[in-house]
């Protein structure tokens, strides 16, 4: 299941990426409303992806938008840890 941050109309909302388009998660209005209700949250998706509404002109938009922290790793390879 792949999670996006969309705009519409102007109009900004979570769904889910599918081929045949963008299924909108009602309910939540940011991609950390929806992270913040775990299992309810995550139970809305699954309705949402097996529902027939898509969004096949939406843009996707940066997923986290208004976080208090940024975590960044620098060891994502071998190589790097292998660097110092």
């Given at each position: 299941?792949?999670l996006?941050?969309?705009?519409?109309?102007?109009?900004?909302g979570?769904?889910?990426?599918l081929?045949?388009?963008?299924?909108?998660?009602?309910?939540?209005?940011?991609?950390?409303?929806?992270?913040?209700?775990?299992q309810?949250?995550?139970?809305a998706a699954?309705?949402?992806?097996?529902?027939s509404?898509?969004?096949a002109?939406?843009?996707?938009?940066a997923?986290?938008?208004?976080?208090?922290?940024?975590l960044?790793?620098?060891?994502?390879?071998?190589?790097?840890?292998?660097?110092?």
């Open positions: 299941m792949r996006v941050t969309y705009t519409r109309d102007g109009h900004t979570v769904g889910i990426r081929p045949d388009g963008i299924a909108p998660i009602g309910g939540y209005a940011t991609m950390l409303d929806l992270i913040a209700a775990g309810p949250g995550l139970d699954a309705r949402a992806a097996d529902a509404e898509r969004l002109d939406a843009s996707i938009a997923p986290l938008r208004g976080s208090s922290k940024l960044f790793s620098g060891v994502n390879f071998i190589t790097h840890i292998l660097e110092h």
